[in-house]
């Protein structure tokens, strides 16, 4: 039953996350810890720090987590499979009909506005994670020379991140 | 060469899903990489409409985009192993954390990898706006909506849903003056 419970409740965060992780941890926060009490505040701190600092979406590592401590192993299966089924149907569903109607005038029309509509948010992101990532001189220095090895050169993004990480802990701990 | 195997797309979303630090912006520069650039499975417009449809649904983006490409790429059997591919990662990830050690996050080598890392999402940010943006903004008008919508959400903090719904209001207002030729507006 519980593991029912813990895939139902991640489903309705699944369905109700619109507009990305942040949205989600405050349904998480609401459904998880004064709903159906699985969880203390400190605990779920220390999920957010963890999920900050593992690969994925916050809101599959939290469904992850939370899955584990209440239920192991299947808890954590049925908790990730229910925050992830309300993207299965819907953008199934979406992606279904735009491959019928890409080509309308109108849809394309849409289009041409939401464009600019997504590229204005990615941008409003990278306002918000500035203000909070950069914080030092050695935090500027490192966003500075990743974006230039980003923009001005070929390397693959991922071999940008590690360098950063090994740049971290060469500023930070020699 | 295009390749479209089942395998490759599990594969390339796998090693998207396990660089994916500091939510769905961040993985951006990669996902365009591997989807766009090396694969040539979208072009650069369908790209960002991609973005567009995922970020208008709930669900995280990469979960959202890997449904959405492996849909585009081999139906309904590679968005699901896109997705698979996707989510698999973080899900061993945080499985051997709650596991094993919870309290990782307090090792001092850990923390420090990580104080470079954060800084290094705003840098991968960033090359998103421009990475995905170019094309788009080649156009003035457009240079110029994303500088409209980018003021109401950061100085009116409009939510980025009514955003989303601005854009599409915005684009069938355009196209809809664009076709009545009495009309004194020239897009573009």
Do not use: C
């Not at chain 2, 590679?78 to 698999?88: D, K, Q, T, W, Y």
Request: glycine share 8%.
């Amino acid at each position: 039953m519980m593991i029912l419970q813990l895939y139902l409740t991640f489903l309705k965060i699944g369905l109700f996350g619109i507009g990305g992780g942040y949205v989600m941890l405050s349904l998480i926060e609401r459904e998880i810890i004064e709903v159906q009490g699985w969880l203390t505040l400190a605990e779920f701190v220390d999920i957010l720090a963890i999920a900050e600092m593992t690969p994925g979406p916050i809101s599959i590592n939290a469904a992850t987590f939370i899955g584990y401590t209440t239920a192991g192993f299947w808890g954590s299966a049925f908790a990730t499979a229910g925050v992830i089924t309300p993207s299965i149907i819907l953008v199934l569903l979406v992606a279904t009909l735009l491959k019928k109607f890409y080509q309308n005038k109108w849809v394309q029309a849409a289009f041409s506005g939401l464009r600019p509509a997504v590229i204005s948010l990615i941008a409003g992101a990278t306002i918000f994670v500035a203000r909070t990532a950069l914080i030092d001189i050695s935090s500027i220095l490192i966003a500075l020379t990743a974006f230039a090895l980003l923009v001005f050169t070929r390397l693959h993004p991922i071999l940008v991140l590690l360098l950063s990480a090994v740049a971290g802990i060469f500023l930070n701990i020699y | 060469m295009k390749n479209n195997s089942l395998l490759l797309l599990f594969l390339t979303f796998f090693k998207i899903g396990a660089t994916t630090f500091g939510g769905g912006y961040a993985m951006l520069p990669i996902i365009k990489r591997e989807v766009v650039e090396r694969h040539e499975w979208l072009s650069d417009e369908e790209f960002v409409d991609a973005l567009a449809v995922t970020q208008s649904l709930p669900g995280a983006i990469a979960v959202n985009s890997s449904i959405f490409i492996g849909h585009k790429v081999r139906g309904i059997v590679g968005a699901l192993i896109a997705m698979f591919g996707s989510v698999l990662p973080s899900f061993f990830v945080i499985l051997i954390i709650a596991i094993f050690f919870a309290r990782f996050t307090e090792y001092p080598m850990v923390q420090a990898a990580f104080a470079g890392i954060r800084p290094a999402i705003a840098a991968l940010i960033a090359a998103a706006v421009l990475k995905v943006g170019r094309p788009v903004m080649k156009k003035r008008l457009n240079l110029l909506l994303v500088a409209l919508f980018l003021l109401l959400s950061q100085v009116f903090s409009i939510h980025p849903m009514v955003i989303i719904v601005l854009g599409i209001a915005v684009g069938l207002l355009l196209f809809r003056l664009k076709e009545q030729p009495e009309s004194e507006v020239d897009p573009q």
